[in-house]
């Protein structure tokens, strides 16, 4: 397992993470057979956005031996009401679910306390000021909670929680078809497929702005979603054209700042299947060809970080060198953050000799000349 690093927490996190939804409603045995092959796997990382108390119960049994080297993610703002998970926003309630939610887990602390499903700008502005948020950091000024999330489906809502300073970690939901689509408080329209009747054309500009916003400010993105529900993984996918989950994980995990993906494993199949990418040749994670084979979506111009577009014969890491520009471009100037990384960087964008060689290679017709030559001008080699 590849690990990286949670944002600017300081938790390190296996790429390939847990989500909880495929448990609900296993036996103890079943679960534990899951939890076996994920640690073999060295998944360290479970988002439990559920409130349910057995499966709360059932995941505090299994990660007791390793809890240090766990993390747990766990939601404020549900609660287990009548036999169902329910999303709430009373304080007093969401203060008796977190300390039932402590006892179930047998644990004094959860790594990240995710407040929950944060879709309308309302909704936000209620959590800042209507004593969630206060909440939130009290926990981690006492160590319940070591660092706070949130959870949301709309760019313009994460972006602006992003940018509160409060949340170090963003739960998002990221793939190649909710990518294309406008903000909305109606998370509905990700799956609808009316939003997919008419064409689309490359990342949406609130997406994009987000992930690079995540980048800079250190805010880690673990990502939900990543299968579409599993829609993308078939014919019948809003693009047309099904992907595989190694295709679908390798263009969440190659979106800046995703540090991992939550996979919503049902099966031990499932979960091999994710786990795959791990071991996976390039080849196999290569998205680049049948997405430009997508009937009616088109990233044409935009670059992917694919890295298709390789080899340089001077040596230009292209897919990174677009990364960083891209970012310092958002930003308006260079964070120092990016030009230390591009510092490091063995062959630089004044390096280009204009070959060509890339542009003929690149399934998007990206001008990666004309890049190199923006890039030299912004980081000055
Ligand atoms: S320039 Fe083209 S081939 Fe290269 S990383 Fe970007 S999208 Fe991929
Ligand atoms: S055009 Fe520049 S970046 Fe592209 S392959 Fe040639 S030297 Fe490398």
């Known amino acids: 397992m590849n690990y990286r690093q949670l944002g600017n927490t300081g938790l390190s996190v296996g790429e390939i993470a847990l989500g909880c939804e495929g448990f609900l409603g296993k036996s103890r045995a079943e679960a534990d057979e899951m939890f076996g092959i994920a640690f073999d796997g060295g998944i360290n990382c479970m988002d439990m956005y559920s409130p349910n108390p057995d499966l709360q119960k059932l995941v505090g049994g299994a990660m007791s031996s390793r809890r240090k080297n766990f993390v747990l993610q766990s939601h404020l703002c549900t609660e287990w009401k009548d036999g169902q998970y329910r999303a709430m926003r009373d304080i007093k309630t969401v203060q008796s679910a977190f300390e039932s939610s402590l006892k179930n887990y047998g644990t004094d602390y959860i790594d990240v306390g ?6 309308s700008l309302a909704l936000w502005d209620k959590i800042l000021n209507g004593g969630i948020a206060d909440y939130a950091l009290k926990l981690k000024k006492q160590g319940s909670i070591r660092h706070i999330g949130i959870s949301s489906h709309n760019p313009e809502v994460a972006l602006k929680a992003v940018e509160s300073g409060i949340v170090e970690v963003l739960m998002f939901s990221v793939n190649p078809c909710y990518d294309l689509l406008p903000a909305d408080e109606d998370c509905n329209t990700l799956w609808d497929e009316n939003s997919y009747s008419k064409p689309l054309f490359n990342i949406e500009p609130s997406r994009e702005k987000l992930y690079q916003t995540c980048q800079r400010l250190g805010v880690g993105i673990d990502v939900m979603k990543v299968f579409g529900g599993g829609d993308l993984l078939t014919e019948n996918s809003p693009a047309g054209r099904a992907l595989t989950p190694v295709q679908c994980i390798h263009y969440a995990l190659t979106r800046p700042a995703v540090a991992c993906v939550m996979s919503g494993v049902h099966s031990k199949k499932e979960l091999l299947d994710s786990l795959a990418y791990e071991t996976a040749t390039e080849d ?7 997405f430009a084979s997508f009937p009616k ?46 510092a490091v ?11 060509g060689a890339c542009e003929k290679r690149c399934p998007f017709g990206v001008f990666v000349i004309q890049n190199m030559a923006d890039a030299r001008k912004i980081f000055g080699k």
């Open 297 to 342: 979506m088109s990233w044409r111009g935009h670059c992917m970080y694919c890295g298709h577009c390789a080899p340089c014969p001077k040596g230009i890491d292209i897919a990174t060198v677009t990364k960083f520009l891209n970012l310092a471009k958002a930003q308006g100037e260079v964070p120092e953050t990016v030009r230390e990384h591009y």
């Open 345 to 355: 960087l063995p062959a630089k964008a004044g390096d280009c000799i204009a070959c």
């Open 114 to 119: 995710m407040i929950h499903y944060v879709d």
């Open 284 to 290: 196999e994670r290569d998205f680049a060809e049948v």
